[in-house]
């Protein structure tokens, strides 16, 4: 294996937030072509999602999403393993980016909703976003419910 590029590592830690550590394996392991690092880390959240699938989500927060001028309103509830991790830019950012995914896309159910193309990024879905976040935070999370007003 080829040393690991700094710039590349650095450049890889702040797209993806990954530990340094990933980073490091990342580029190790992938030579230093930056695409394929991305996709390792990628996979790595996944795998990391799937890991805590079972714990349970008894902390969170909900969020509110008003569009349209006061036409649509939104209440999501994200719920996450502990309140440390609820207070994190990231799991804010996740649960702003589901109730604008709820009010752009009306789901019938969390189940369908998982299941959407995520409206910023059509090669992927509601469930990727949500495991990356996963990986990224190392909590489970999971979308509870969710309600969409609109006169």
């Given at each position: 294996?080829?040393?690991?590029?700094?710039?590349?590592?650095?450049?890889l830690?702040?797209?993806?937030?990954?530990?340094?550590?990933?980073?490091?394996k990342?580029?190790?392991?992938?030579?230093?072509?930056?695409?394929?690092?991305?996709?390792?880390?990628?996979?790595?959240?996944?795998?990391?999602?799937e890991?805590?699938?079972?714990?349970?989500?008894?902390?969170?927060?909900?969020?509110?999403?008003?569009?349209?001028?006061?036409?649509?309103?939104?209440?999501?509830?994200?719920?996450?393993?502990?309140d440390f991790?609820?207070?994190t830019?990231?799991?804010?950012?996740?649960?702003?980016?589901?109730?604008m995914?709820?009010?752009?896309m009306?789901?019938?159910?969390?189940?369908?909703?998982?299941?959407?193309?995520?409206?910023?990024?059509?090669?992927?879905?509601?469930?990727?976003l949500?495991?990356?976040?996963?990986?990224?935070?190392?909590?489970?999370?999971?979308?509870k419910?969710?309600?969409?007003?609109?006169?």
């Amino acid at each position: 294996m080829a040393s690991v590029d700094l710039n590349l590592l650095k450049k890889l830690r702040l797209e993806t937030s990954a530990s340094i550590s990933d980073c490091n394996k990342a580029l190790a392991e992938t030579d230093n072509d930056y695409k394929k690092a991305v996709e390792w880390i990628q996979k790595r959240g996944l795998e990391k999602a799937e890991k805590k699938s079972d714990r349970e989500t008894s902390q969170g927060l909900i969020e509110a999403y008003i569009h349209g001028e006061g036409k649509i309103g939104v209440l999501v509830e994200l719920s996450c393993e502990t309140d440390f991790v609820a207070k994190t830019d990231e799991f804010k950012s996740l649960a702003h980016e589901v109730a604008m995914q709820v009010s752009a896309m009306n789901p019938k159910d969390v189940d369908a909703l998982l299941k959407q193309e995520y409206i910023r990024d059509g090669s992927q879905t509601i469930e990727k976003l949500v495991k990356a976040t996963i990986g990224k935070l190392g909590e489970n999370i999971t979308v509870k419910r969710f309600i969409r007003y609109e006169i």
